[in-house]
Each structure stands twice: as C-alpha cells, then as structure tokens.
C-alpha cells in the first residue's frame, strides 16, 4: 500500500491532467471553430482579431466577440473547475496565452465534457481546410455555434455576409433534422 501522502499526491496529479485535458480540448475546440470560419469566408490568413475583436489597451477598447455572448446553457455538463478557470483566468499571467478564454468558456459551458470530446474525437482538425471546416461546424450544437457565429459577423465587418450566409446554412440544416446539447 502506498503511503497516503504519495496516494494524495498521484490523485491530485491524475486531477490536474484531467482539468488540464478539458481545459486544452475547450481552447482546442475554439481555435478550430476561428479558424473554420476564416477558412471558409475568406482565407485563414486573418489575424485571430478580425473574428475576436482586439485585445485592451489602456488607450483602446474594441467590441469583441465574447461581448455578446449569452451565458452558456449546460453548466451542468460541466466539470466546475475547468469552466471557472476557462471564465475568469489562470492564477498566474503567461507570456504564451492570455488569462482568460471566454470562447473557450462558453462551448465548454454549453457543451459540457461529453459533446466537447465526441466533436474533438472525430478527426484531426489541423491543418484546416473546407471540407474540415464544413464538417466541424456541423458537428457543434447549432444552439451553442450559431450565437458565435451572429457575433462573430459583428466583429467581422468585412466577412459579415459571408459568415450570415454560413448561419443561414446551418439554420436550414437544424430545420431538418435538430442538432442539440444533450441534456
């Protein structure tokens, strides 16, 4: 039997790769659908901000995509500690990302652990390419994407039509047959 500081320790490290394995998939996850939606309206050549809305500044503040996101629906879903980390930041700053995900925070909000990785296991998203892109936006609950993509097309003003045209799309498809979170 192993003794109980070394047990505690083994559960805790088991713990925090498993926070960290959700926490990377919702980042994953966000990435992938920034990077679908550029890909098909436009390129993926874009800066990250032309879909997120820019960083503050002390000297600058720009609408941003997360402004205008409602408040998940499936926190229930969801392992606790990963979506507060994911909504109000890492302990500490990084010099590789910023403190706060509030994509990341809402899918996984919606989303929850089960649909997260049943969307992340179905292919390797990278490199992205349409037929990738297609596939991935479909696989998203319509109820947690299309909130994304109608504020994504107000911070996107150059791509506004073509990323409407995307929702458009993907709204006629729900009439068909309905793509919810499980609940």
Same mark, same amino acid.
């Given at each position: 039997s192993l003794p109980a500081n070394r047990k505690e320790l083994e559960e805790q490290?088991?713990?925090? !790769?498993? #926070?960290?394995?959700?926490?990377?998939?919702?980042?994953?996850l966000s990435i992938s659908i920034l990077a679908a939606f550029a890909k098909l309206t436009g390129g993926d050549?874009?800066?990250?901000?032309? %879909?997120?809305?820019?960083?503050p500044s002390? $000297? $600058? &503040?720009?609408?941003?995509l997360e402004d205008y996101l409602p408040d998940p629906y499936g926190l229930d879903l969801c392992?606790?500690? &990963?979506?507060?980390?994911?909504?109000?930041?890492?302990?500490?700053?990084?010099? %590789?990302? #910023?403190r706060q995900s509030p994509l990341a925070a809402y899918l996984y909000g919606c989303m929850g652990d089960k649909a997260l990785f049943e969307v !992340?296991?179905?292919? *390797?998203?990278?490199?992205?390419? *349409?037929?990738?892109?297609n596939r991935l936006l479909?696989?998203?609950p319509r109820d947690? !994407?299309?909130? #994304?993509? @109608? *504020?994504?097309?107000?911070?996107? &003003?150059?791509?506004?039509?073509?990323?409407?045209?995307?929702?458009?799309?993907? @709204?006629?498809?729900s009439v068909l047959?309905?793509?919810k979170t499980e609940k």
């Open positions: 490290a088991a713990r925090n !790769l498993e #926070i960290g394995k959700k926490y990377v998939g919702s980042k994953l050549d874009a800066p990250m901000s032309l %879909f997120m809305g820019d960083l002390r $000297h $600058h &503040v720009s609408c941003r392992d606790e500690e &990963v979506y507060r980390v994911l909504s109000e930041g890492r302990k500490s700053e990084t010099t %590789f990302d #910023i !992340l296991a179905i292919e *390797n998203l990278y490199p992205m390419d *349409n037929d990738k892109a479909r696989r998203v947690c !994407l299309i909130p #994304i993509a @109608q *504020n994504m097309a107000k911070v996107a &003003v150059s791509r506004c039509e073509t990323i409407e045209g995307i929702i458009a799309e993907l @709204q006629a498809e047959g309905p793509n």
